[in-house]
């Protein structure tokens, strides 16, 4: 079973990745390339997953758009 968990993105220039903050004060370990969220932008949810060109950028696949501090991210775990 497949489930989602709420979070902030932030980044974390130590590991030069991307990291979820959650609600209940937690951090992911550091988002990966292929990693599978639904974005929530200007009210709209966007399943998608993240990617990195090769000039080390990271982008939202199939979007347009780039990771922004504060965007509001569903993560998919498995349960």
């Known amino acids: 079973m497949t489930r989602q968990r709420r979070g902030t993105m932030l980044y974390d220039p130590s590991i030069r ?25 200007d009210g709209d949810a966007i399943e998608t997953r993240l990617e990195q060109d090769f000039d080390e950028n990271w982008y939202y696949a199939g979007t347009g758009l780039h990771p922004r501090l504060g965007d509001t991210v569903y993560l998919d775990y498995s349960a």
């Open 17 to 41: 990745r991307p990291v979820v903050r959650f609600a209940d004060g937690t951090y992911s370990d550091g988002l990966n390339a292929g990693q599978r969220l639904t974005l929530v932008r």
